[in-house]
């Protein structure tokens, strides 16, 4: 007998962590039990929420855990706050270039030919990542 975490919708329906990380297991299930399974998740999202968000918080405060870590990444934006540099990707680029939000986006949509004017303008912000060993 292992010690997988199941869920077990109302009816007694049981689905373990292995199972709903397959993509075939999960379209294989009729739509009443999808729904059952939904409705079992969603009603876990906010405690979980809440035990990452309280890990976090200790973790930061200094707290240590034997297999869970904070680690640092680094996440590009754009320097929203210019107009200058609005105008000119407005110029360049068009409307896309202010739907499109990060700078992956627009190397997606432009390519490396906007990979110049990027590097003027990307910033990078430090988010702290909860990390599990």
Do not use: C
């Amino acid at each position: 007998m292992s010690n997988e975490i199941r869920v077990i919708d109302e009816v007694g329906q049981v689905a373990n962590v292995s199972q709903l990380r397959s993509k075939a297991f999960i379209s294989e299930l009729s739509n009443e039990d999808l729904e059952s399974i939904a409705y079992t998740i969603k009603a876990l999202k906010n405690p979980i929420k809440n035990v990452e968000d309280e890990t976090k918080k200790r973790l930061i405060n200094g707290s240590q855990f034997v297999h869970i870590h904070l680690t640092e990444a680094n996440r590009q934006l754009l320097n929203g706050d210019n107009d200058q540099i609005k105008n000119n990707f407005y110029k360049k680029y068009g409307l896309d270039a202010f739907v499109l939000k990060s700078p992956t986006q627009l190397k997606k949509k432009f390519g490396d030919v906007i990979q110049e004017d990027l590097d003027g303008v990307v910033v990078y912000e430090k988010q702290s990542r909860v990390k599990f060993d």
